[in-house]
Nanobody, 125 residues
Framework: VQLQASGGGLVQAGGSLRLSCAAS????????MGWFRQAPGKEREFVAA????????YYADSVKGRFTISRDNAKNTVYLQMNSLKPEDTAVYYC???????????????????WGMGTLVTVSS
């Protein structure tokens, strides 16, 4: 599967952005989807994940209550709605797809099989 993230940009603190990740292929609903981010000089970190049918979602503590992950399997797209953005949310955001995993460690980037190119989110103070 190929992933293409979009929707990044420059926003002021307190603002909102919605990221999208479009996937190719006809088996999108077979993949757990995740969002990760990497800030300059830092390790890539987990942001959010969503189960194959969208029934379960998982969030990093740092974004819980501010970010919402969702998916539309008919459109082969996963979204990340980001509200109340903070300067520390500045990073390149990546979407990722996992096929076959059925545990609960969705925060583990090593479990994901496919990655998009990333989209830059910059939050100004």
């Amino acid at each position: 599967v190929q992933l293409q993230a979009s929707g990044g940009g420059l926003v002021q603190a307190g603002g909102s952005l919605r990221l999208s990740c479009a996937a190719s292929g006809r088996t999108f609903s077979s993949y757990v989807m995740g969002w990760f981010r990497q800030a300059p000089g830092k390790e890539r970190e987990f942001v959010a994940a969503i189960s194959r049918r969208g029934a379960s979602t998982y969030y990093a503590d740092s974004v819980k209550g501010r970010f919402t992950i969702s998916r539309d399997n008919a459109k082969n797209t996963v979204y990340l709605q980001m509200n109340s953005l903070k300067p520390e949310d500045t990073a390149v955001y990546y979407c990722a797809a996992n096929y076959g995993y059925s545990g609960n460690a969705y925060y583990n980037s090593g479990l994901y099989d496919y990655w998009g190119m990333g989209t830059l989110v910059t939050v100004s103070s």
